[in-house]
């Protein structure tokens, strides 16, 4: 192991400076095999570079959420703006219909509820057979770095990592934040480094001040959560800055099937990630949907 004694704090990271690639459109990714390139040009639109993904997998630590009690109804009425599902094997099964042709990341991590005050222990609840007869797109497995169960969470990812590169099926390395973990810009730096050194083809995590350190120091793409349920405004500029500071995509779950107008806050978040929106501009466009 490298000795820490000594070691100098990073500074040179080049923001600005896009990593050099070859012909493929994904950061990080010109080296990959044939399939794993098809699965990713399905989450990653070729053209913006970017994704929108749907995170309605709540339901496998929260139960019934506000926005996702009949998931057959809320989530496939939002399919025409988003590039991909998330959500377990259980709720894509028996709630989506396969003819909506999207790209799908598969929850595969799974652990204890919210009725468990400890949920940061996670098993690896679905296997590659399982993801690759649902067509996943990407495999998703939740990290708790700089917790007690750090070591089992890593060794779920790389697990998931092997198995996936075995089949050409990339995996989404999540960045899960505990209670006692504070969401700065050092912690974010370390937690998306490491999962991608470990060989995670996309990193999840939250937006921080100067995100574009933890994105320019990221060699493989970074899609942000959208987190808690902020007002529609804020939630919009959250995505623009992320997108402005180096994000290839936002995975919005609370902020857009708990808005007032879901199908209106998809089309603006899709504007953004896609078109070049600005907050602004896609503010007025759900303004103007909403009525």
Known sequence: ??????????????????????????????????????????????????????????????????????LDLSIPQLAEDIDVF????????????????????LRCSAGSTMASEDVIREVIGVDIEDAIRMNASCMAVQT???????????????????AGNRYGIPTLGVVAVGKNMVRDTRFFLLATRVLAELGAQ?????????????????????????????????????????????????DMGRNIFQSENPKAMIKAVSKIVHEKYTARMAFELYKDING
Request: charged share 25%; with cysteine; aromatic share 8%.
């Open 86 to 105: 998330m959500g377990t094997r259980g709720a894509v099964r028996s709630c989506i219909s396969p003819i909506f042709n999207k790209a799908v990341a």
């Open 144 to 162: 708790f770095i700089g917790t007690e169960e750090e070591r089992k969470s890593l060794e779920n990812l790389v697990r998931t990592i092997d």
């Open 202 to 250: 996309i990193i999840k995590t939250y937006y921080c001040e100067e995100f574009e350190k933890v994105t320019a120091a990221c060699p493989v793409p970074i899609v942000i959560a959208g987190g808690k349920k902020l007002p529609e405004e804020e939630a919009l500029e959250l995505a623009y800055k992320a997108i402005q500071n180096g994000a290839n995509g936002v």
């Open 1 to 70: 192991m490298a000795d820490l004694d000594g070691n100098k704090a990073a500074k040179e990271y080049h923001i600005g400076v896009p990593q050099a690639r070859s012909s493929f459109s994904v950061k990080g990714m010109d080296n990959v095999d044939w399939g794993m390139k098809d699965r990713l040009s399905r989450i990653f639109n070729p053209k913006s570079g970017n994704t929108v993904m749907l995170a309605f997998d709540h339901g496998y630590f929260m139960g019934s959420t506000q926005g996702l009690e009949r």
